[in-house]
């Protein structure tokens, strides 16, 4: 009778390794979250509240930001004047859209350093971030504003855990609460909620409180954090990922109900989506998104019959 072969002490070891390997990798990599979160939605009915960003199908796919060269960097939706903004941070300038991605005008910052960030706040108000110096800067823009400086500006510096190039990466704002959202792209990834800022009544007294949810940060199965969309209708949080490809919608309580792939196949999208870093929702629920360098997307849900 043929006796089988012992495996070698080094091919259990490489094995071993290999194993252990795999293992880390899949958690840098978030996989398996996200693989108990698609199994668990399988057989957990979505909530009615849910935004359900899996029903979201692509109409504007890839449409390049004509007379633009430097790469676009978040973006937010003005229901005022039913319009788009994004900001570059080469050439710092913040760039106004339109709804189909057409450049509506562009105004020049100067002392902005890093602009990497853009939130609507009420008509004609806005918060833009300085990355790596972590400000906030709240600016007010008229119709014939052509530049604006930040030295003329409201602005406040959080100074939290600075790290390089991984600072402030995305905005939401929640007009109710009177919260503005603000992302940490990674190390670590963080989500803070700022009370106080910008200030709205000059005869109150200036206080600003700064809130994070731990609990609600280790949940989420991505790897970074590009921007932010806070919904007003359901009070949900959506959190785009450039890096995981993924968009992420958060409930009151932090907890991940839906997502969205923004890979090739999915969402009826052509090709994946190759640098996501900005998303916006509007008044009827579309969502908006660029791309790095200068690519602009559209999606919606279909009508139901």
Same mark, same amino acid.
């Given at each position: 009778m043929r006796r089988f072969a012992r495996p070698k002490p080094l091919f259990i070891l490489l094995s071993v390794i290999a194993l252990i390997a795999l293992i880390a990798i899949g958690q840098y990599l978030r996989l398996f979250e996200r693989a108990w979160f698609n199994l668990h939605t399988l057989w957990q009915p979505l909530s009615s509240e849910a935004i359900g960003l899996d029903?979201?199908?692509?109409?504007?796919? +890839?449409?390049?930001?004509?007379?633009?060269?430097? @790469?676009?960097? %978040?973006?937010?939706?003005?229901?005022?004047?039913?319009?788009?903004?994004?900001?570059?941070? &080469?050439? +710092? $300038?913040?760039?106004?859209?339109?709804?189909?991605?057409?450049?509506?005008?562009?105004? !020049?910052?100067?002392?902005?350093? @890093?602009?990497? !960030?853009?939130e609507f706040i009420s008509a004609d108000t806005y918060v833009i971030t300085d990355e790596r110096q972590q400000r906030l800067i709240k600016i007010h823009l008229e119709k014939d504003t052509t530049f604006l400086d930040a030295a003329d500006a409201e602005q406040m510096t959080l100074g939290v855990h600075m790290s390089g190039n991984k600072g402030f990466e995305g905005l939401a704002y929640d007009s109710q609460g009177k919260r503005l959202f603000v992302a940490k792209e990674r190390d670590p990834m963080l989500i803070y909620e700022v009370h106080g800022f910008p200030h709205f009544n000059p005869e109150k007294s200036y206080a600003v409180h700064v809130i994070n949810n731990p609990k609600r940060d280790a949940g989420m199965f991505v790897r970074d954090l590009s921007s932010l969309q806070y919904d007003e209708r359901s009070g949900h949080l959506l %959190?785009?990922?450039?890096?995981?490809?993924?968009?992420? $919608?958060?409930?009151?309580?932090?907890?991940?109900?839906?997502? #969205?792939?923004?890979? &090739?196949?999915?969402?009826?999208?052509? &090709?994946?989506?190759?640098? %996501?870093?900005?998303? !916006? #929702?509007?008044?009827?629920? /579309?969502?908006?998104?660029?791309?790095?360098?200068?690519?602009?997307?559209?999606?919606? &849900?279909? /009508?139901?019959n």
């Open positions: 029903q979201y199908r692509v109409e504007i796919e +890839a449409r390049v930001i004509d007379g633009l060269d430097d @790469d676009v960097s %978040a973006l937010t939706f003005d229901p005022v004047r039913k319009s788009l903004f994004t900001v570059t941070n &080469k050439n +710092a $300038e913040l760039i106004e859209l339109s709804l189909d991605g057409r450049i509506l005008r562009r105004i !020049a910052l100067i002392g902005f350093g @890093d602009p990497e !960030a853009v %959190a785009l990922s450039d890096e995981s490809g993924l968009i992420l $919608e958060l409930d009151v309580d932090g907890r991940p109900l839906s997502t #969205m792939s923004l890979s &090739k196949g999915r969402q009826g999208l052509q &090709k994946t989506v190759p640098q %996501a870093e900005g998303i !916006a #929702m509007d008044d009827d629920g /579309a969502l908006y998104l660029v791309s790095e360098p200068n690519l602009f997307y559209v999606f919606r &849900k279909p /009508a139901r």
